[in-house]
Each structure stands twice: as structure tokens, then as C-alpha cells.
């Protein structure tokens, strides 16, 4: 009896020194999980771009040159690409803001690395894309296409955005419509000429 009692005490002390160890086990994982989870979200943050929806399947390219506010040369595969931003239109060389909308897309861009979404060409043989650039301070890829067309850079084509969804169609009629009353950039001449206009009046001069 003597015996039974002895081994029942022995059992009791080891599964009692078992579950102790468990859960001083489970508890350190528990205080590690907060910690591990918290370092890779700043890891997370700090390393890799929050890339806007759809952005992350769009190749990477390098902005080699900026001709004008809204055409440029980028690398890609290691060729040299002419790239026309889609839905927007900006002033012409020679035309009033033309000067400032360029070095407007250089300060955006120039000789940085951007994802390309390309949508089509043009008669030109002009690669059509939507250009997309990293920016550290808020860790979110921004639209370069919208982003000139906010600070007053552009006008949208609505002739040639058919093609975008119609939420991206309405943001582009609605940056230009705040810049427009916020008399952004171009937008703070009292009648500023659009790009298609100038184009056509300046054709005729040269014809006549």
C-alpha cells in the first residue's frame, strides 16, 4: 500500500513539473510572437514599396531621358524605349508653360527608376504607358500621368482615355477640375491655350 502511495506522489510531481514547463514554454512564445510579428511589419515598411493595386506586375524601367512633360526615354531589357504618358497632354516646347511642365516631370522622375504600364502605341511608334514612381516618405507608388495633371502640368485627353476603367477616368476629370479652380500651374494664365490647340494653330502658321 506503502508502495502505491510512493509511486502516486511520484506521477503527481512529474506532471506537475510538466505543465509548469509547458506553459513557461507557451508563455515565452506568446511574449516572442508581438515582437517577431512587430519587426516584420517594420522590416515590411521600410524595405519593400506598398505598391499601389496592380502596380507590383508592371516592369520596372529607368528613366534615361525627359523630352517633354509628357514624353520620355526609358531602358527597358536594355533597349531604349520613347514613352508617350497615356491620357494626358502637355504643353508644347515653344508654348507658354512648356519649359516649367517639363522640368516638372524631371523633378518627378528624371533618371529614376519607375514601373511602366503600357497600354498601347501610337502612330508614332511611341510606347503609350502609365508611369508609376516609388515615393520613400509616404511608402506608396504615385501615378506620374495624375500626378502631372495635379500640379497643374496637363490637361487629360479625354479623346484617348476610353480605354482606362471608370474610376481612373473620373480621378483624371476631377485633378483637373481642382487644379483648374485652384488655378494650379498652367491653370493660373487667364485662358490657357490647350496643347491639341496650339498644335493645330501653329501647323497653320507654318502652311501659310
Not at 515653344?94 to 498601347?120: C, F, N, P, S
Not at 490657357?192 to 502652311?207: D, G, Y
Amino acid at each position: 500500500m506503502e508502495a502505491l502511495i510512493l509511486l502516486f506522489i511520484v506521477v503527481m510531481a512529474f506532471s506537475v513539473l510538466g505543465w509548469t514547463a509547458s506553459a513557461s514554454s507557451k508563455s515565452k512564445e506568446q511574449e516572442r510572437a508581438p515582437r517577431q510579428e512587430k519587426r516584420q511589419q517594420c522590416c515590411k515598411n521600410e524595405e519593400y514599396p506598398q505598391e499601389g493595386k496592380g502596380v507590383d506586375i508592371h516592369p520596372e524601367v529607368r528613366v534615361e531621358r525627359v523630352i517633354d512633360g509628357d514624353t520620355v526615354v526609358v531602358i527597358h531589357q536594355r533597349r531604349k524605349v520613347k514613352v508617350r504618358l497615356d491620357a494626358i497632354d502637355c504643353p508644347e516646347d515653344g508654348q507658354e508653360w512648356g519649359d516649367i511642365a517639363k522640368y516638372g516631370l524631371i523633378k518627378l522622375i528624371g533618371g529614376k527608376r519607375v514601373r511602366i504600364e503600357i497600354h498601347t502605341t501610337d502612330r508614332y511608334q511611341r510606347t503609350v504607358a502609365t508611369l508609376y514612381v516609388y515615393n520613400r516618405e509616404t511608402a506608396q507608388w504615385v501615378n506620374v500621368n495624375e500626378r502631372m495633371v495635379t500640379l497643374g502640368h496637363a490637361w487629360v485627353m479625354r479623346r484617348f482615355y476610353q480605354h482606362l476603367s471608370p474610376e481612373r477616368q473620373k480621378k483624371l476629370n476631377q485633378l483637373e477640375n481642382w487644379a483648374r479652380r485652384k488655378k494650379i500651374g498652367l491653370w493660373r494664365a487667364p485662358d490657357p491655350i490647350a496643347p491639341w490647340r496650339w498644335r493645330s494653330e501653329h501647323t497653320n502658321r507654318l502652311r501659310a
